[in-house]
């Protein structure tokens, strides 16, 4: 019998089947042999105690038209592997969905990443745990707090602690009432936590994505490099993705977290670095992937699923 794989993603429909890394590991699921399924974490259901995916197999990765196909109801369990991919936000819905997966841990299921360390870890603060190689940062709710954080840097960069993609991040130059105004929307009056960050001038040669793949850095980084006079590199900000050899520099900071990610169960991750800072450490569903196979014709995702 065929060993078969679940992979749990946002909606099939809205995934970028020429960029979306996770389209990239179906197409390599299918290329091993394996019968590949995809699910959202709405199809994930217990009964009587058992934890199931109704889920779609995909039979070709290159198409997103799955609506049609009719669900099969299948053990977690009976799955080699299962693979979280969902996007953030990490909030009620997706959490839920990790107490769920932790209960198919106990029945034998095969989930990566752990859910007990996606639980454990926000992406934008787990940086802190390597404080000797991140930016100063600052983690509060207090306007005050941020005011004379902004007045110690100059220039500093805020992000919501639950962001993706580049969203809701913004450059600090002056405390202006517009920028007061948006600390207070930031903060929602200082009842959310944010986080703010010296603003690192290396970002204009790139916000380098290092993949670490069983805790090891994969030899090829992605430099997202900011377009048209933003400060965003990320690609779903309009960032331009440039595939270059990792340094040496990169790769000792690669394989110090990639150590602590092997003894948290993370298999698969993204950290991002600009300049010689580690900025974030992603693990919820790590992206580029893609760019760095087309740019360079070497897989990441193929030394994945070689590891496993």
């Known amino acids: 019998m065929t060993d078969k794989v679940l992979f749990i993603t946002d909606a099939y429909r809205d995934l970028n089947i020429k960029k979306d890394t996770s389209i990239l590991m179906i197409e390599e699921a299918i290329s091993l042999g394996f019968n590949t399924f995809q699910c959202e974490i709405n199809d994930l259901y217990v009964d009587e105690g058992i934890?199931?995916?109704?889920?779609?197999?995909?039979?070709?990765?290159g198409s997103t038209q799955v609506e049609g196909i009719s669900k099969k109801e299948i053990r977690l369990s009976d799955f080699k592997f299962s693979f979280m991919r969902k996007d953030p936000p990490v909030n009620e819905n997706y959490?839920?969905?990790?107490?769920?997966?932790?209960?198919?841990?106990?029945?034998?299921?095969?989930v990566f990443n752990k859910p007990t360390a996606i639980k454990e870890f926000n992406e934008k603060i787990f940086a802190l745990h390597f404080k000797e190689f991140i930016p100063n940062t600052l983690v509060t709710s207090d306007i005050n707090k941020i005011e004379n954080f902004f007045e110690l840097h100059k220039t500093i960069i805020i992000k919501p602690v639950?962001?993706?993609?580049?969203?809701s991040i913004y450059k600090i130059d002056e405390l202006n009432e517009e920028n007061k105004s948006l600390l207070i929307k930031m903060t929602n009056s200082e009842q959310t936590?944010?986080?703010?960050?010296?603003?690192?001038e290396e970002i204009y040669d790139g916000d380098f994505?290092?993949?670490?793949?069983?805790?090891?850095?994969?030899?090829?980084?992605?430099a997202r490099i900011p377009q048209g006079g933003s400060f965003k590199g990320n690609l779903a900000a309009g960032g331009r993705g440039e595939a270059r050899d990792?340094?040496?520099?990169?790769?000792?900071?690669?394989?110090?977290?990639?150590?602590?990610?092997?003894?948290?169960?993370?298999?698969?991750?993204?950290i991002d670095m600009i300049g010689k800072?580690?900025?974030?450490?992603?693990?919820?569903?790590p992206t580029c992937a893609r760019e760095i196979l087309d740019q360079t014709g070497l897989n990441p995702i193929a030394e994945y699923f070689k590891g496993l």
Do not use: W
């Open 209 to 222: 994505r290092i993949l670490i793949i069983h805790g090891k850095p994969f030899q090829k980084t992605l």
């Open 162 to 167: 639950d962001g993706m993609g580049g969203a």
């Open 277 to 285: 800072y580690l900025t974030e450490i992603n693990i919820t569903s």
């Open 246 to 270: 990792i340094t040496d520099y990169q790769k000792m900071i690669s394989k110090k977290v990639g150590e602590y990610l092997i003894e948290k169960h993370i298999n698969f991750a993204g």
């Open 95 to 110: 959490i839920n969905a990790l107490h769920l997966l932790g209960l198919a841990e106990k029945q034998g299921a095969a």
């Open 193 to 200: 936590h944010i986080i703010c960050q010296e603003f690192i």
């Open 51 to 61: 934890v199931y995916a109704a889920s779609r197999e995909i039979l070709s990765a």
